[in-house]
């Protein structure tokens, strides 16, 4: 005999299910990986390839062996944690360490939890933040774009990501005018089209906006988060900037520059790691920006994007019970 299951409210009727979002969130980052194999070569889709592979291998082995409950590995994802984890990382990063990403991605960010929808931190960024800590050498190690079509001309070189350059020119005790001179920093144009060194999802801010507005257009992610950000991280970085402008760097080289576009775009979203409410999310993706500049400009990385999101991804339980809507029905007294 049939039973009718009944969920909690509210009672939405759609056509919209998990696969649909979740490979709809795929079709965004294609733009982004077309520029990564653009620059970087076939390597991309060796790295992109494992850990995709990898996370949808995990996940189906723990529910298989472990959880023995509903496989749900084909609702898309699993793929999404894996390419997302790709995109945290360079095209140099061996395939071994990709692989010990992906299980921590899954087994201990994800499905320790129970699966999606349970999971309180950002699973492709546990597992970017354990690579990054375990393996600090190969994670900073950053490979200098190379048009595809001369890949076969120029040998693989590495260098610093434009944040690092800037970051180790300051601690060197030079100005930023003196390390815009020495030609290490791109240019506005450089890094909204990808010619910069990094990992393979956040070279190209155009391209992931691209991929954001699809999703927004899409009813995906709310442009709230994203936007939040941008304005945050634009406004404080803009205040030092004044202050000091031979000190810190323009606003605008903050928003293109290192990982911010992808957090904002593509991990800040995430339903499950994100406030319900409209004014939490505001509250969550101004944090996010804060944190993300004061790792920046005074954190030992030059980078603070991953950590920025994660830090809030804790919040979002008290943020949640802060900003809680008002059920319908209910007179305000």
């Known amino acids: 005999m049939n039973q009718l299951v009944i969920s909690g409210s509210p009672h939405i009727n759609g056509s919209e299910s998990v696969k649909k979002i979740m490979y709809t969130v795929v079709i965004a980052m294609i733009p982004a990986l077309l520029v990564s194999i653009y620059f970087f070569g076939f390597q991309v889709l060796r790295v992109l390839a494992v850990s995709v592979i990898a996370c949808v291998l995990f996940e189906w082995l723990i529910q298989k062996f472990i959880i023995k409950g509903p496989l749900t590995v084909n609702d898309g994802s699993a793929v999404v944690s894996g390419m997302l984890l790709a995109f945290n990382i360079s095209s140099t990063v061996p395939t071994l360490m990709v692989i010990a990403g992906a299980f921590v991605t899954i087994a201990v960010a994800k499905m320790s939890f129970g699966g999606l929808g349970k999971n309180p931190f950002n699973p492709a960024l546990v597992g970017r933040v354990f690579m990054l800590i375990s393996f600090p050498v190969e994670m900073t190690s950053w490979p200098k774009p190379v048009p595809i079509f001369k890949s076969e001309l120029i040998d693989a070189l590495t260098g610093p990501t434009p944040l690092a350059v800037v970051k180790e020119g300051l601690d060197s005790g030079l100005t930023i005018d003196q390390i815009l001179a020495s030609g290490s920093v791109p240019s506005v144009f450089e890094a909204l089209i990808g010619n910069t060194s990094g990992a393979l999802g956040e070279i190209s ?21 994203p936007v939040t950000i941008f304005v945050t991280v634009y406004v404080f970085a803009g205040i030092f900037h004044w202050i000091d402008p031979a000190y810190y760097m323009t606003p605008e080289f903050h928003l293109i ?14 339903m499950v790691t994100s406030p319900m409410s409209m004014s939490g999310k505001i509250v969550f993706a101004v944090g996010i920006g804060l944190i993300t500049i004061i790792i920046r400009m005074w954190g030992a990385y030059p980078e603070g994007i991953s950590f920025a999101i994660l830090i809030m991804n804790a919040f979002v339980p008290l943020i949640n019970k802060a900003f809680k809507p008002k059920r319908f029905g209910v007179v305000k007294k």
Do not use: C, E, H, P
């Not at 520059?257 to 995430?270: E, W």
């Open 205 to 225: 801010a155009m391209a992931l906006l691209l991929g954001g507005i699809f999703m927004v257009i899409r009813k995906v992610i709310d442009w709230q988060i």
């Open 257 to 270: 520059s290192g990982g911010l576009v992808l957090g904002a775009v593509f991990m800040a979203t995430d």
